[in-house]
């Protein structure tokens, strides 16, 4: 399925995917953890974030809340990859390319549990 697309969209593609996924974690960590904690991975996403939560500061709405702002860049990175990017390649793969890397990352879930399904079962 990836050898149809060019491999520049299916890479940008990845690293919006990406961003989206790390940008909605850390609005769902900041639902349960204080913004000041000290824990580790808490740190890691707020140092991944914070160098793209200030330089899209100029695009976010005055009026959002600042915890929301991570999920309001996650959203328009899903605009930007469902919209946008087949559009770089052609209206008629605009269905066709939607979550290719979402699709990516299922079908090795997928692989690797079939794959330690048989080690449990059969020991190969």
Request: charged share 15%.
């Amino acid at each position: 399925m990836i050898n149809s697309f060019p491999i520049w969209l299916v890479i940008l593609d990845s690293l919006l995917g990406l961003l989206m996924i790390i940008l909605s974690l850390k609005f769902f960590l900041n639902l349960f953890i204080n913004e000041d904690s000290k824990l580790i991975f808490f740190r890691m996403f707020d140092k991944v974030t914070s160098p793209f939560l200030n330089a899209t500061s100029k695009i976010t709405p005055n009026f959002i809340v600042q915890p929301l702002k991570p999920l309001y860049l996650a959203w328009l990175i899903l605009m930007i990859r469902i919209y946008l990017l087949p559009t770089l390649i052609g209206y008629s793969y605009l269905g066709k390319f939607a979550f290719v890397f979402e699709k990516n990352v299922v079908s090795k879930i997928n692989e690797i549990s079939l794959n330690l399904a048989l080690y449990l079962n059969y020991g190969i």
